[in-house]
């Protein structure tokens, strides 16, 4: 801070847009993997019946 | 009919982008005017209608067993949202007194709004399940509130990284950030009680009275600033905001519009097929 001025900040940047792919990027994954795993049970189940 | 009205919901979004997106860039970096004679408040509000309409039209077109639709949402957020960062990174300017901490409002605008938005969606699915009794309302229930859980929790990190360079703090506990933790909190209370019952329609029944109840905080998160002696800043309009933050404001918003419908719909897709496997053949009659 330099006179009511924020100064330098790029870490706080770069922190919040790396934070920010991360979540969304591991979410996106986690969403495929579940999904996949959730048909791969229902034709599990399918082929059982 | 479900090509139908993705097209449509396509058309609109083209439409939100132009007055959003197309017009400002024109303005700013190739100084043409494309406004069509409409003024600012005009073509925001068309930009905010046309991507709320496109957003319904496209869970309106939502088919459970096709996965292009998502995908298309997902891949085109990703592409909004490289275009708003590049923007937000490299070409806007430093603001005047936060620097280039500002650039982190880029994104931490569009995740509140959407982290919002998700758990509206939460809760008139919530309303619909009641009333209809159908389960891909329950479904949709689940996938809402998990992606509004996602965001919120986004939004909570974003904001704490702000607030540190500007507030010298990483939390305070002023009532805007109070009141999205425990939105954060109730919401995460409810997958919790989703996941303690069995029975797929008492669980279907119990959570959406609980979003019901939850969803009570949201008004209470927007209206906070106004309301309260907030640290935090009040919502800002197009007059209050510099033209060269718009881009990457807006392109990030669209981005994140796109890539919150295609979640919500992935995630719905697992909740349905869990339901259908955990569904007697007695009540899949009855829904």
Redesign the interface.
Known sequence: MNGGVVTGGWNFVVAAYSITVAVLAIYGVTLITRLREERLRASRDANAK | MSKRLFLAGGVLLALACYFGLGVTFADEYLHADLSLGLPVVARTLIAFLGGLAAMILFFAAEDFEDLTQPRTL?VAGIIFMLIG?YFG?FVAPPE??????Q??MY??VP?AWFALMALTLAFVSALVFLFRGSFRWDARLEGSIEVGI?LA??LC??GS??A???W?VWWDWDPRLTTTAVLLFAFIGVLALRRFVEDPLKRAIWSSVATIIAYVDVPIVYFSVKWWNSLHQQQSAPSTVSKPFWIPLRANAFGILL?MTG?IM??S??AA??V??ERPPLMEEAV
């Not at chain 2, 005047?96 to 901490?101: A, I, L």
Request: hydrophobic fraction near 45%; aromatic fraction near 12%; charged fraction near 20%.
């Open positions: 997902i960062s990174l005047q007194y936060m620097g280039e901490t650039r982190i994104v931490h995740t996602v929790f986004l990190c974003q990284i702000w540190k360079p500007t010298g890539l979640f992935l995630r897709r697992i097929l869990r259908e496997n």
